[in-house]
């Protein structure tokens, strides 16, 4: 009997995966397969000419998937149906090369995922409608990690940089090195009503279940967090939303606006620490409970034939309820990462016709309030910040042809938009795109 795929491809990885002279020979056998994506980078974290935080690093992955589905329509119903499997690998090694050090690093995991699901429509009277779903997930597993710090700078995908071959360092310390795997399965559900008010309105509620699989941190530090070898526990959210579509003034104007709250279980967090060594530690845990809750409203009104307005505005109510680490509940004192309080956008879309064709004018302004980049405060959490564009755009009579003018961050916004923060040990910010001007165009044939 022939071995199956994934029989196959634990045979051509050698698994477990060890970190020797040099890994290539693993990515030149993952290679062989198909489909995949592969990528080969450094990334230059501190932004400065010397060896400080560099990661040469090559990632590689390939996948199969196959879905058959079952569809059924009714008078006043229907039915959407099937089965879905997944099988696939993912890879990756980098080296962090730390002065005067450096942290090599790498791993692969498979996974193999069948679900089963079907969603059911039914319009049981006039007014109102009822949705019916649900979705049956199992997730099977198995990591390779591995995790050391060697004493010199070196990699083993170089690219031509300063620092030498890993092999001509020196291996200090193995901190992590282990093969597991697991499997996770979940049942998520979900049930809607709306009512039809009348032509113009409206009115919906829903529940759902969503389903976010375990796994394992591909980055874990056996020795600084034993449990890391266990993995990290499957995330689950159940969300209730209620909301209105309404239209006025001959629909001219529309007015949505939706209120949610989700509600989290063991929500996955990835957390950064720095370790006696100097070196860096990635842990992924999971909040035992967290609560997300807000308003979500929309508006777009037809002021003129040519002229258009648009707005959102989005509040939302961020909290960790319980999050227990090393045997202690830390949830007050963790916020939500990249989760600003408020969110509003206003836009204008004026046509204008000329030449022969038409010119759009979109003017926009949108705002984001105080932003906290990790759980906990830090220097790199961004102040509220507001960003001002401009495009205009020419479109040809017969659309075969158009030419724009983008304007991005008039008013050239300094924001950060992501970072790392070790505290005195290393702080670098990521920062959204300054004022840009650009000359847009296209042809179609």
């Avoid at 592969?38 to 400080?52: A, N």
């Avoid at 193999?112 to 699901?117: F, G, N, R, T, V």
């Avoid at 709250?261 to 990635?282: E, K, P, S, V």
């Avoid at 202690?328 to 022969?356: C, F, H, K, S, V």
Wanted: aromatic residues 12%.
């Amino acid at each position: 009997m022939q071995p199956s795929r994934r029989q196959q491809r634990r045979d051509q990885r050698n698994v477990p995966v060890r970190r020797v002279a040099s890994i290539r020979k693993h990515y030149a056998q993952i290679c062989d397969r198909q489909p995949r994506g592969e990528t080969e980078t450094v990334i230059d974290f501190d932004s400065v000419s010397t060896p400080s935080f560099d990661v040469p690093a090559i990632y590689d992955d390939e996948q199969f998937t196959q879905e058959f589905q079952l569809v059924w329509q009714g008078e006043s119903s229907d039915l959407v149906s099937g089965i879905y499997y997944y099988d696939g690998t993912a890879s990756g090694s980098y080296d962090a090369v730390l002065a005067p050090s450096t942290v090599a690093v790498s791993g692969s995991v498979d996974t193999e995922s069948l679900s089963a699901y079907a969603h059911y429509n039914w319009q049981f009277a006039d007014q109102w409608n009822l949705n019916l779903g649900g979705r049956y997930t199992r997730d099977e597993k198995e990591a390779d990690v591995y995790n050391a710090v060697l004493l010199g700078l070196g990699s083993d995908f170089s690219h031509g940089k300063y620092y030498g071959d890993t092999a001509e360092s020196t291996l200090f310390q193995v901190r992590t090195d282990y093969t597991n795997s697991n499997t996770w399965s979940e049942f998520t559900p979900r049930i809607g009503l709306d009512y039809q008010v009348n032509e113009d309105a409206m009115l919906y509620a829903s529940y759902s279940s969503g389903f976010k699989s375990g796994g394992f941190d591909m980055r874990g530090v056996e020795t600084a967090n034993p449990l890391t070898r266990e993995g990290y526990a499957p995330e689950t959210v159940d969300t209730v939303e209620l909301g209105w579509k309404l239209d006025a003034l001959n629909n001219r104007l529309r007015l949505n606006g939706a209120l949610f709250r989700a509600d989290y279980t063991d929500m996955q967090l990835t957390t950064q620490r720095i370790l006696d060594d100097g070196t860096t530690a990635g842990d992924v845990l999971n909040a035992g409970k967290s609560r997300i809750q807000g308003i979500e409203l929309e508006a777009s009104l037809a002021i003129t034939d040519n002229l258009t307005a648009n707005a959102n505005l989005g509040w939302v109510d961020a909290e960790f309820i319980e999050f227990m680490s090393g045997g202690e509940d830390i949830a007050d004192t963790r916020d939500m990462q990249n989760t600003p309080d408020t969110t509003a956008m206003m836009q204008l879309n004026w046509a204008i016709p000329a030449a022969g064709g038409e010119v759009v004018v979109v003017p926009s302004v949108s705002y984001r309030s105080d932003t906290q980049i990790f759980e906990t405060p830090g220097i790199l959490d961004q102040d509220a910040y507001t960003l001002v564009d401009l495009t205009a755009t020419y479109y040809s009579a017969n659309g075969d042809w158009q030419l724009g003018l983008v304007g991005k961050n008039l008013t050239d916004k300094e924001y950060r938009i992501a970072g790392y923060d070790f505290g005195t040990v290393f702080q670098t910010g990521f920062y959204g795109a300054p004022r840009t001007i650009a000359l847009t165009g296209s042809y179609n044939f």
